[in-house]
């Protein structure tokens, strides 16, 4: 075998297929929520642009920006936050402290990383209830607001990215774990 670097997001070379197999769906995954974040982020910046240019520039015979803007520029953030929540999890970029444990040997750092991920997995299970519970509570009251009705994205589809988002860190740092614990077991 060469001794180029062997991808982490893939799991050790003697890991089992159903292991590999979860490691490329989670590949694949942080792979769609990447297009998902430069959508939604040209999406925004498109439908930005065009409400400062409908609003400021009128003597130049603009055309007005539809009313239906202001929902999808408020919500594609919140959209563009949780996929990049999400993006960022898969890469190990999400926000960590291990000041401590860059000194610490390599197993015992991955079985600190095991139970902090797994710490985590519970956390994104909990707040993923509370968005779900937050979704249906405003889609149960969304005939109230006649003021959402002309809103492309309501605000009951605006609060999906609450549930959708912490579900996909919590898909993240679950096949973390998995390969994490792989990788002390193969002892790679």
Not at 28 to 50: D, H, K, N
Request: proline share 4%; glycine share 8%; charged share 15%.
């Amino acid at each position: 075998m060469s001794k180029q670097a062997y991808p982490f997001y893939l799991g050790p070379r003697q890991s089992s297929a159903w292991v590999r197999l979860l490691a490329r769906a989670n590949r694949t995954l942080a792979t769609v929520e990447g297009v998902g974040i430069g959508f939604f982020l040209l999406s925004l910046i498109f439908l930005a642009c065009w409400q400062f240019a409908a609003r400021n520039f009128r003597a130049w015979h603009v055309p007005p920006a539809p009313g239906w803007i202001d929902s999808v520029i408020r919500h594609a953030v919140f959209f563009v936050g949780f996929l990049g929540a999400g993006f960022a999890t898969f890469g190990l970029k999400h926000l960590r402290i291990d000041a401590v444990s860059r000194l610490l040997p390599v197993r015992i750092r991955l079985r600190r990383r095991v139970v902090t991920a797994a710490f985590a997995v519970v956390v994104c299970g909990l707040l993923l209830c509370a968005g779900w519970v937050l979704h249906r509570d405003v889609a149960a009251n969304e005939g109230i607001d006649v003021a959402q009705q002309e809103e492309l994205i309501n605000a009951s589809i605006g609060t999906l990215a609450l549930p959708v988002g912490f579900a996909l860190v919590l898909i993240h740092f679950l096949v973390q774990v998995i390969l994490d614990l792989a990788w002390v077991r193969s002892g790679e």
